[in-house]
């Protein structure tokens, strides 16, 4: 079913799976559809895996199959998004994770990512939902925010580990509720570089119960997150 919200310009698409996820599409007249909220029947009911809160900044290296990039993480802008991402960084989740979703036309929009390419170590976090935060930062360039699921007023919850890179200023993402937990202060030229020709085609599902093999099979000109390393706390 699609169902317009002409007052705000939103169109959605509401697609039902036939496991636990729903996917929606946001569509703007300046922004390509997009699948930032991930759907679900049950929210915000588990607790998170080895939970800990995490240094009040901090600094990452994600090596991609592009270049490095380099993360400034800032607790206060998303605590509880930094203690997922923190927990995640610790447990090598990242580590050889594709740039499944990158979109960049009509107007530069995302690359998402966060689905671990083995399907043991996706189902581990599946159900394991953060709290939300308030949005401090914006959805500009170069910052990055967790994908989410969509609550019933239509704002975000039950956030667990995909994550968005901005490619422009997505400042109509912030009402929503997505709320930025770290800037990319080095390498944007190499995010901006992530193949995008396969727009929407993955499907996320497959990505969790089949994993890296489902993507590399149809999707082999995809970019992927090779590893990602802390490399200091403060």
Request: hydrophobic share 40%; aromatic share 14%; glycine share 6%.
């Amino acid at each position: 079913a699609v169902v317009s919200t002409q007052s705000t310009g939103v169109d959605r698409l509401f697609v039902i799976d036939r496991m636990r996820l729903r996917m929606m599409n946001i569509n703007t007249p300046s922004i390509t559809p997009s699948l930032l909220f991930v759907f679900a029947l049950l929210c915000c009911l588990f607790t998170a895996p080895n939970a800990q809160q995490a240094p009040s900044h901090f600094t990452v290296t994600f090596a991609t199959t592009k270049g490095n990039l380099t993360l400034n993480v800032t607790r206060e802008w998303s605590p509880f998004g930094v203690d997922r991402f923190y927990d995640l960084l610790q447990s090598g989740y990242f580590n050889d994770n594709a740039f499944f979703r990158v979109i960049d036309k009509p107007h530069p929009f995302v690359a998402q990512f966060g689905i671990n390419g083995e399907p043991s170590v996706s189902k581990k976090w599946e159900n394991a939902d953060i709290p939300n935060d308030p949005v401090v930062q914006s959805n500009l360039r170069g910052f990055v925010s967790f994908a989410a699921e969509e609550s019933q007023n239509g704002t975000t919850c039950c956030r667990t580990t995909q994550l968005f890179i901005n490619y422009g200023n997505n400042s109509f993402l912030d009402p929503m509720g997505f709320s930025p937990f770290a800037y990319v202060t080095e390498g944007m030229e190499y995010a901006d570089q992530f193949f995008a020709g396969y727009g929407e085609e993955p499907d996320q599902q497959k990505i969790y119960t089949i994993g890296n093999n489902y993507l590399k099979k149809n999707f082999p000109k995809l970019d992927y997150l090779l590893t990602a390393v802390i490399n200091s706390e403060n």
